[in-house]
């Protein structure tokens, strides 16, 4: 059910700030349309940190509805408060949603026994499909595979999405978690070589801007088709790099501007993209055909 190429989409957002409801449909319509296999509301592209818990409940139930059920919704619901985490998993329940993605707790840096228990205490408080979400470098906290491993047979947590960058980590997860468990890739730059060795999918930033090439390549990957894959990602390769020039999600926001998907809105503390970096990011941009 989960694996493909899964957007993590970006929150449109007027010029004041607010969510652009109709940009948001839009979106998701884009998304359909070009065969992205699932997608992540508000989840660190869509600036879960800056939204509160009502706007945050209400995107997810947005997208929900604006999906009707055509592809799974996985809801970003993860928090550094246990409390905070299992109230914005109850919302996405309640919302309809598919899956919840609940990141590593940020800046208090839990021990791993922190970490298990953390996980293990949300999954049985919501009975949805739980997706872990390790990424250490936002979170200053790496989630170690012996912990993974542990929480691999609960029964309603069914996978992780593991940004810790190296296809390496991702054969040692496959390996150690159990058989039924799901390891998708959260690293553009790597998704390609990880879904060949054994990843099923990616949850994606470059997916936002390149969705059809993105879930090709995907369904390249997992079919093995090594040569095909490699061709595909090979027009990505440059907005795997570029989309991270600045912070998530200021250059991909600004690449989706460019293409007319949404307007300029950007919730501080984050900014509109550096002018020094536009003209790198509309190159990818063209090299991948979505310009």
Not at 70 to 93: C, D, F, Q, W, Y
Not at 166 to 181: G, M, P, Q, S, Y
Not at 197 to 202: D, E, F, I, L, V
Not at 214 to 236: I, N, P, S, V, W
């Amino acid at each position: 059910m989960y694996q493909g190429s899964m957007v993590a989409l970006a929150t449109p957002m007027t010029d004041t700030g607010e969510v652009d409801r109709p940009a948001l449909a839009d979106l998701v319509n884009f998304h359909i349309e070009s065969d992205t296999d699932a997608i992540v509301a508000v989840g660190t592209s869509g600036e879960s940190a800056t939204l509160s818990v009502p706007e945050h409940a209400n995107v997810i139930k947005q997208v929900v509805d604006l999906v009707a059920k055509r592809v799974p919704v996985i809801a970003g619901t993860g928090a550094n408060s246990t409390s905070e985490a299992i109230e914005l998993s109850k919302h996405a329940a309640e919302a309809g949603a598919d899956a919840c993605l609940l990141v590593t707790p940020y800046y208090n840096k839990p021990p791993q026994e922190g970490l298990y228990q953390h996980f293990k205490a949300i999954a049985e408080a919501v009975p949805l499909p739980h997706i872990l979400y390790n990424v250490p470098g936002r979170t200053a906290l790496d989630m170690q595979v012996a912990t993974t491993a542990r929480l691999s047979n609960i029964s309603n947590i069914i996978g992780i999405k593991e940004a810790f960058g190296t296809v390496e980590r991702i054969k040692e997860l496959v390996a150690a978690c159990a058989d039924d468990f799901m390891v998708v890739t959260g690293d553009d730059g790597t998704a390609c070589e990880s879904i060949l060795a054994g990843a099923k999918g990616n949850i994606s930033v470059t997916a936002n801007v390149a969705p059809k090439l993105m879930h090709d390549m995907c369904a390249a990957a997992l079919a093995g088709d090594r040569a095909t894959a490699e061709a595909l990602d090979a027009k990505m390769a440059d907005l795997h790099q570029t989309l991270f020039l600045e912070s998530n999600p200021i250059p991909v926001k600004w690449a989706l501007q460019q293409m007319g998907k949404i307007g300029p809105g950007i919730r501080l503390p984050l900014t509109p993209l550096a002018a020094e970096f536009h003209e790198p990011v509309k190159t990818a941009l063209i090299k991948a055909g979505a310009l």
